[in-house]
């Protein structure tokens, strides 16, 4: 894979963009959309606080899983599912400022247990194996098939179940195509087979739920992505839905930046991310980008 400024650009929009749908939503994390706008009519800053009291542009476990898993491929210079789940253990030992229950069980059984792949489990249907994949999709641009297998690797680390393995694996196929190919149109048709697949995940019109499970967290990014024009647009409209506002604003954030690249995310958003996170992001894209080209 001929790594390009095109290319770049808009991988650095899915990453810093996942980073800033996060920071921008964990302000209205367990909030509703009632709530929001009595109390800022319409949630578009970056301000911090929320449930977990973060600073301003700091990020929650949305990022840090994500940025864990990049940090195993980078170092294991390719594919390597036992190292990110041994990144995951580390993170996890690092006492992480949130993290999920499937993602404690699964992190929890691999340290006990040694397997890479949890049973499945109806609890297991949340949204925390798609919201950290992006790493993924960028060491594997060069196969829709090799990225979907791989998807499901690190998710079972995790997360085994029908719905989260097929949000995973769309999402996934749809943030590779909008960086391969740069149109929305490119993300049509993977929707409507995961919808064909499972009718549940029908979104139109939105059915008005925005928690973490993994069926109101597609329905509730794709209503964003789909009926939106800008990268701005598409966040503010996902994030004041609240309910799992910090990781429905991350995958947003991903798919919008995929397709509008840096130059479509506000300037005042790019400034209030914490500088350490963008450096990171800005290192880890350009190294997974040159892992894919191998």
Known sequence: MQKNPWLMDRALGAFLGL????????????????????????????????????????????????????????????????AIADAFVAWMRGNPVDIG???????????????LCVLFAEENGGNGAAMRNL????????????????????????????????????LACMTRRLLLQGE???????????????????????????????????????????????FEECLVRVVNRGGDADTTGALA????????GVQGIPTRWLKRLDPAVTAAIYIQTSQLLNLSAE
């Not at 921008?24 to 929001?36: D, H, K, N, P």
Request: charged share 15%; glycine share 10%; net charge negative.
């Open 135 to 170: 790493p993924t999709v960028l060491v594997s641009l060069e196969s829709e098939e090799l990225l979907i297998r791989r998807s499901l690797e690190q998710a079972h680390i995790t997360h085994n179940h029908p719905k989260s393995d097929a949000a995973t694996a769309a």
């Open 184 to 230: 929305e149109a490119a993300c049509d048709q993977i929707a409507c087979d995961l919808i064909a697949q499972h009718p549940v995940f029908k979104f139109r019109p939105w059915p008005g739920h925005a928690s973490g499970f993994i069926v109101h967290t597609v329905q509730t990014v794709f209503d964003g992505f789909f009926n939106t024009g800008s």
């Open 19 to 82: 980073a800033i749908g996060d920071a921008l939503g964990a302000t209205v994390e367990f909030m509703t959309a009632r709530e929001i706008t009595a109390r800022y009519q319409v949630h578009n800053q970056i301000v911090g606080g929320g449930w977990l009291g973060l600073q301003p542009g700091h990020v929650t476990d949305d990022t840090e899983m994500t940025l864990a898993l990049g940090s195993a491929l980078i170092a294991s210079g390719g594919w390597n599912q036992r």
């Open 253 to 260: 954030g991903q798919l919008a930046g995929a397709l509008y």
């Open 101 to 115: 229950n499937s993602c404690r069980r699964g992190i929890s059984n691999y340290i006990s247990s040694g397997n």
